[in-house]
Each structure stands twice: as C-alpha cells, then as structure tokens.
C-alpha cells in the first residue's frame, strides 16, 4: 500500500509538470475532454485507499478491476496521446532548431564569403592604390630628378654631418668633381666658397647657421674655387632640410655662377662711364665728376681749374690719313696727356677730338703749368702712319673755379668760350677765362 501511495504521489508529480508546459489548442481540448477521466481515477483510488486502509481486500480489488482501471486505461490512453503530442511539437521544434542552425550556418557562410569578397575587394582597392601612389612618386621623383639634372644651378645636399649626399650636374661642373667621387666626403673638402675682397671661408658659418634652422643667402662677395683651380663667382642660398617629425636632416645649397653676367655688368657700368676708343672717362661721367667737385662743401678750401682742349688740324689726319689713323693718334695723344697730369686729376674725352681736364686741389699757377706742359706735349708728338709723319696740335681754355661759381654750366661754358678763343687766336693756344 505504501508503495502504491509513493507510485500515486509521483504520479501527481510528473502530471503537474506536465501541466505546467505551455498547452496549445488541441492539447487543451484533449485534456479538457480526460478531465472527467482524471477525477474520477481520483475519487475512486480515494475509496480504494479507505478500503485498504480497512483491511477490505476484497472489495478493494473489486473495484480496481471493475471500476477503477477502466477509467485510469482511458486516462492513460489520454496522457499517452498528450504525450505523443508533445514529442511531435519537440521533433517540430527540434526540427526548426534544426533548420535554424542550417540557416545560420549558411547565412555565416554567406556573410563570411561576403566579407571576403569584400576584403579581397579592398585588397586588390588598396594595391591598385598603392601602385598608382607609388607610381605617382616615381613620375614625381623623376620629374624632380630630370629638373635637377636640367636646371643651371648648381644644387648641393648635405647631412647633419656635412657630408655630400648629392649633386647635380652643374654643381659637378662647378666643383671640377663627380658625384660618385664627392658622395659622403665633407663639405669643407669639397666646397671651397670663400669671401673675395677677404679671401676668408664661408661654407662653416654658412653651414653652422643652416643646421641651426636658418635660411642664408651667400654674400655678394661669395667666390667657388673648383677642384682644378677654376674660379667663380657665385650667388646662391643655403636651406636647411626637416624631416617629416620637424627634425634637421641636413641642408641644400643651390648657386649660381653669375661670373660671366657680373663682368658683362662691370663692362656695362665701365661703358657707361668710359670711352670705348680711348678708354678715358666720357663726357657724362667727366660732368658728373665736376658737379660733385663743386657742390662739396671743401670746394672753397681747394683750388679747381678745369681745361677744355680741342686739338688743332686733326681733320686733315683723318682725311689724308684715315679713320683708322685717326682713332689710334687719339689712343696715343690720351695716353700722353694722362702721363702729363697728375694721379688725382681727371681726363676724359668728351666727344670728336675734344678733351677735358680737371685739376683738383691745384694752385692757379701749376693749373696754368700743366696746360702748358700739355699743350707742348701734343704739339712735340710726332705721329707715324705708313711712313708718314703726322702733327697736332691743342687750343686750350682754362678756367679758375672761383668759390662762389656754382653752377656747372656756368663753368663747362666759360671753359668752353675760353677754348673757342684760343682756337681763334690762331690755334696751339692757351686762353685763361677772365683774362
């Protein structure tokens, strides 16, 4: 009996967890029609546990045979149905489960074969653009290497510790050197740039200010000595170069040679104040001398006399002899009057066959000494063109700057007149002005 209550106990056990999974439509209605079944199992086991209990064996198996297992067949037969039911919701679940992980597993193939593709997409994105960037900073490589080896400066590079790391093919010029020969040797070996009028180096305060961050022009004075003694005058800019943190790695200087440009300026300037046959200084710059003489303020404490000379018969020269004859007795008489006059004096040919003189700091009576010494000196100049002798001579005009004469018109006419009147006066004369 007391394994029959623990059976019934367990029994109601296993009937409550049942019921308390989650029923659909039909089991509900399955277990709403075995209800009735159930209760009357219940009452009727009541009634067999009380004839147990009163030792009424008999009529206790009775009714177990009669009555009560017909209704616990049907209750059985019910829960058996409600079982079968629910092993085909858990194989239809199981099923989904099933189906769920199939898909899952190729929905993950999906996405794992989606996400390679869109690597191996991004890849061959990525090497293409690394590619076109690598050959973009060829081309510009090259570009920049064609400019450098096509530019005429001379560029230079070097590191934090002076040492040549390139140059192109002017500064190979320049520096009488190769590339290959001058790749890691020190600037101090290599450059030579030194100050002209100081003849002192340039390339270590250059180089030092340049590592120091500083951009430096080279000195107008800046000359390059090459490697055979060729020299040249230079202009040009030193530059520090940074690397991408900011850091100093080194410099790069980039000249020029400007020697054959500044002696065609000097020439210019030369020309500008000169005279291309004689060599002597020319008008502008003789009236341009005797302007600043007299408006210095010591031009009252020194003596200033100047002479206009106009040499006499010259044009027969030129027509019996020749132009040519003409131009080399010119060369000859400047040379003769610039041995006559003193160091601080100023000749100049002023145009045709007309010469000025500028005496500074002269007493009146070496002015009028001197004139006459010039005078004498192209008229005593024998002058031989193809076997034949040429003579000259000078009608000079002579005027004593006073102190309060100061205009320089008022002095380049009254020389001027005084010259004309010595040529009227019969030639080979001297004319004071005022006298």
């Known amino acids: 009996m007391m394994h029959f209550s623990r059976m019934a106990g367990d029994f109601i056990q296993v009937r409550d967890r049942f019921l308390n999974l989650p029923l659909d439509e039909d089991e509900l209605t399955l277990w709403n029609n075995m209800r009735n079944e159930v209760r009357q199992v219940e009452d009727k086991a009541t009634r067999i546990f009380d004839l147990l209990?009163?030792?009424a064996l008999d009529e206790a198996r009775h009714k177990i045979e009669q009555d009560l297992s017909p209704h616990q067949k049907r209750m059985m037969e019910g829960w058996r149905q409600l079982l079968d039911m629910q092993r085909a919701k858990n194989q239809v679940a199981l099923n989904e489960v099933q189906a769920a992980q199939k898909r899952a597993r190729e929905l993950s193939i999906a996405l794992s074969a989606v996400a390679m593709a869109v690597g191996v997409i991004i890849s061959v994105f990525v090497v293409r653009l690394s590619r076109r960037l690598e050959k973009d900073l060829f081309e510009e490589k090259e570009r920049a290497q064609v400019t450098l080896q096509a530019i005429g400066d001379g560029v230079i590079r070097f590191d934090t510790e002076l040492r040549i790391g390139y140059l192109n093919p002017t500064a190979e010029l320049m520096l009488g050197i190769t590339v290959r020969e001058a790749r890691d040797k020190s600037c101090k070996d290599i450059l030579n740039?030194?100050?002209?009028?100081?003849?002192?180096?340039l390339i270590t305060p250059l180089t030092e200010d340049v590592l120091r961050g500083n951009h430096v022009e080279l000195p107008p004075t800046a000359n390059l000595l090459s490697v055979q003694g060729m020299e040249y005058e230079v202009e040009g800019k030193c530059s520090p170069i940074h690397s991408p943190e900011g850091d100093i790695e080194g410099g790069v200087l980039v000249i020029r040679d400007v020697t054959e440009a500044r002696e065609m300026q000097r020439k210019l300037i030369w020309q500008a104040d000169h005279d291309g046959l004689t060599g002597l200084m020319n008008r502008r710059a003789f009236e341009e001398r005797v302007s600043r003489a007299l408006n210095s303020k010591r031009v009252s404490e020194y003596p200033l006399s100047l002479l206009f000379i106009d040499l006499d018969h010259f044009k027969q020269v030129n027509d019996s002899a020749g132009h040519a004859a003409g131009d080399e007795l010119l060369r000859q008489l400047?040379?003769?009057?610039?041995?006559?006059i003193r160091e601080n004096d100023v000749l100049a040919r002023l145009g045709g066959d007309e010469f000025?003189?500028?005496?500074?700091?002269?007493?009146?009576?070496?002015?009028e000494k001197i004139a006459s010494?010039?005078?004498?000196?192209?008229?005593?100049?024998?002058?031989?063109?193809e076997s034949d002798n040429h003579k000259v001579g000078a009608s000079i005009g002579l005027v004593h700057v006073p102190p309060n004469w100061a205009t320089l018109d008022e002095c380049l006419a009254a020389a001027d007149a005084a010259c004309y009147k010595a040529k009227h006066n019969g030639r080979n004369e001297i004319v004071v002005h005022g006298q």
């Open 373 to 385: 010494v010039v005078r004498d000196s192209i008229a005593n100049l024998n002058f031989v063109w």
């Open 53 to 55: 209990r009163a030792d």
């Open 356 to 367: 000025g003189i500028m005496l500074l700091a002269c007493p009146h009576e070496m002015a």
């Open 334 to 340: 400047g040379k003769l009057m610039q041995s006559r």
């Open 193 to 201: 740039l030194f100050d002209r009028q100081t003849r002192s180096e």
